[in-house]
């Protein structure tokens, strides 16, 4: 590993929280596709950078930016973007509190500040489900200036040296807008893909240890199938998610294979010709 990456590592490790932020240390486990991706997603994380993760639903951005959060141990606040998204929900709102018998007003800070102030990983997921006037505010935060004027409370937020974004978006979904060029702008963008190959069959191995050979042997040749039906445009990208075949792999130690990968593959597509595509894929591989 790069000796920037180590020395920063070291040096993030030293700091210690207080119980209720330990808890937000996930655990790791994210696999690279390829041998640079997570290197460079930490590097751009040690140079301040904010990361953006591109990626259809299940390829692994969440668990990536999971796994950064790891890899320094520190703790990943989250938000989750949706149209009713407000800069409430992102900076935090006032309230009024009782105090010695007089009526105060306190504001309780939302996961930007918080983690501005504290240094954490802040996680922006579904990024460009938010409405595009509210993410502006965000802009200072992202850029070289690394700060933020609390419009609600005049506050001047000088982010921690440690503090981090990462955000993920899955491109083209029903429900997205495309994303502002102004903020794009402030990312490094990097594309995830599904994971493939001997990567898979070592995410397999970790996670099914004493699951059924004929299961898993069945699951990452139907894998290959999926991907190379999508590169051919014969299935929507989603019918190759890392997720779906984890789910169907699980379901398949308890109940026939088919219909696993019924339920947690083919069923999830709309069109019934690939639903039936993936039923016959998978059938080329059943015993
Ligand atoms: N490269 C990978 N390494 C390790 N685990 C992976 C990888 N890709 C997918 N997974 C696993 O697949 C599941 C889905 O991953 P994750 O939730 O990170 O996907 P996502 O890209 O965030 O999807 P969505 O866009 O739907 O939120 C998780 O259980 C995750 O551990
Ligand atoms: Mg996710």
Redesign the pocket.
Known sequence: MNQLIEKERKHRRTRTYEESFQRLIPSG?????NPYLMEDVLLSIVLKKPVLLK?P????????AESISNYFQQPMQSVNCSVDLDVESLLGYKTVVQENGQTLIDFVEGPVVEAMKKGHILYI?EINMAKAETLPILHSVLDHRRTLTNPFTGEVIFAHEDFNVIA?I?EGYIGTTPMNEALKNRFISFS?A??SGDVLKE?WQENFPNGKQEVTNVMLHLAEDLKTQVEQGLLSEEAAS??SL?DATELAQYIPIERAINYAIAEKLADRNEKELVMELANTWVK
Do not use: E, F, Q
Not at 29 to 33: A, D, K, L, V
Not at 57 to 64: A, D, E, F, P, V
């Open positions: 486990g994210y696999r690279s596709p990626g639903s299940g390829s692994g951005k969440t668990k990536l997921d993920a899955n995830v599904y994971i995410l890392i997720r984890l």
